[in-house]
Every structure is written in C-alpha cells, then in structure tokens.
C-alpha cells in the first residue's frame, strides 16, 4: 500500500500533459535532458524543473556521466496507482453488489 504523502507526490507528478509526455517518452527507454524537452518545446531549465517533479513522485530517476544527465522510468512507479484504482473499483463494486441485491429482495409494484 503506498503512503498518502506518495500516492499525492505521484498524481502531482503526472497532473501535468508535459510530464505525462515524458513518462511517455521514458517508457520506451533511457532519455537525456535535451530528448525530453524537445518533443514539448521546453528550454533545458524548465524541463529539468519538471523532470524534478517527476523525480521527487518516484516516477523517473536520474543518472550524470560526465556532462550528460540520462532519465529512466522507475519500474514499479505506477503500481501504487494500480492499487489505489483496484481498491476504489473492489468498494465501488461492492456498493453495486448491495444495491443489486437489495432491488431483487424488494418487491416489484405491480401495475393495477
């Protein structure tokens, strides 16, 4: 189960169209600085702010040699996600499963 304080860094993280962009881009592969902000028109200081976002809601990790500063997609950074939208899904369905049996336990009216 992911802490709330995560789960809230995560949905940050992606509430962005830019940085969902580059999450999209990283889940091909490894992706430099200069890679990530091209495709969204972004100067290198603004997609490392992003980038920073990213980093800080687990999603991306960073790694420097030498000059050059690479992003992969952290594998299981999602998943506390997937949790968090099973468990809404298990409650909602219940909440269904009440409610289909409470219609079948009461009567119809009938028409007269």
Known sequence: MIEPQQL???????????????????????????????PHGMRLPSALKHLKVLEDGGIVASRKVGRTRTYTIEPTALAGIDDWVRQRQTAMNQAFDRLIKAMKDFPEEQDQ
């Open 8 to 38: 809230d860094r995560v949905f940050t993280a992606l509430s962005d169209a830019g940085r969902r962009g580059m999450v999209e881009r990283l889940s091909l592969g490894p992706a430099t600085v200069k890679q990530l902000a091209q």
